[in-house]
């Protein structure tokens, strides 16, 4: 069973009311340094809590200062507005015993301005001489205070009553799918070649084969079944000896050429091969450059969640090669929107050129393909992604992500949890997947991302 994902509570505050404190007493460890100097604390501290059963990440702040964005403390602040950014609750905290600021009355107006359920803590609240300040905080708009004391350790059951409604229901992480085995990097590469006819697909397999293992020869449509061949292949960059396992496929027309009964068993043939394969190449022929089929079969190869390659053959015969690479390499970047960036290389099935580099960058993508990212680099890139871009607030109301969590791979498979999520533009949804592409280390390999809304029966709509 996969660990519960745990919503997070955000500690904020001005300066030297205790919030590190009362993190320490929430970890039940002194993980925060604390001090009477303020300031102690400048960047978002994570711990994992345990109140009373009630479980939750929670978050320590650097103190709230009315500062220029450009000085440390104006940093400082900005690093705990950012902290607000996904959170389940705000755990405002001020000093019963100091009684309300013009810096905490600030605080409550930025606090109203946001979506976040706010849950108001009156900390140092031991004996009477907090009572003025707890009565003050009603004037804040957010409901009953919580007395409290950090130090003292007094008024956990209160805080636990006012969170359990807030975050009293855990979200679990979905099981790792039990089909899906453990990734071997030296196991066999399923590799495929695809393309239109007569791009030279069989040619180059023989060519890597060493051998005329397959039919070749002018006439478009020779190969009808897909055919895979066992073969080892010695890189000569690291030595090693490489299991793969190459599959010739049929040449795939426009479907509306496709006519004959034999062709369309040849072409799903060729379909079930890419569906069969963890690395698909798309062969183009070089004489006649990218074409709207081309494109055609890309979308498909990703439609499927293959990793996908596009490999330039008859490159010693190319006229223009760059302005023909470049020409093609814009082209998929335009045509292909959901992955930019997919290998291009330039080959020879008549030569042999670029196929050892062809076959290097096949179990290079294979491994981005199978990649799962450790959860607390996926919750550090989540949170940063947020800070830097956070989701929009359709009608003045922000849609909530609270966190993500990578549920598959092969192709890598991720769950966004969060609230009004099908108010969430398909243009921030692209912005999450190109970030979890290019900072964690998925190249062009497909990326799914799924919406689920919370199940939390108490989470604010």
Known sequence: MSPPILPQVVIIGRPNVGKSTLFNRLVGKKLALVDDQPGVTRDRRFGEADLLGLGFTIVDTAGWEDEDIASLPGRMRMQTEAALVGASVALFVIDARAGLTLLDEEIGRHLHETSIPVVMLANKAEGRAGDAGIFECYSLGFGEPVAFSAEHGEGLADLFQALLPLIGEREEAPERDPDEPEYDPESVLKFAVVGRPNAGKSTLINRILGQDRLLTGPEAGITRDSIAIDWTWHDPASGNARPVRLIDTAGMRKKALVVEKLERLAVADARHAIDFAEVVVLLLDATRGLEHQDLKIASLVLEEGRALMIAINKWDIA???????????????????????????????????????????AFTLRDAWSKRVPTAALNRWFDDALSANPPPAPGGRRIKLRYITQAKTRPPGFILFGTRLDQLPESYRRYLINGIRRELGFDAVPIRLTLRSAKNPFAPK
């Open 319 to 361: 006229e223009d090669p760059s302005g023909l690479f470049n020409g093609i390499r814009a082209a998929l970047d335009d045509g292909l929107a959901q992955v930019r960036g997919v290998p291009v290389l330039a080959v020879s099935a008549r030569t042999g050129k670029g196929l050892d580099q062809m076959l290097a960058a």
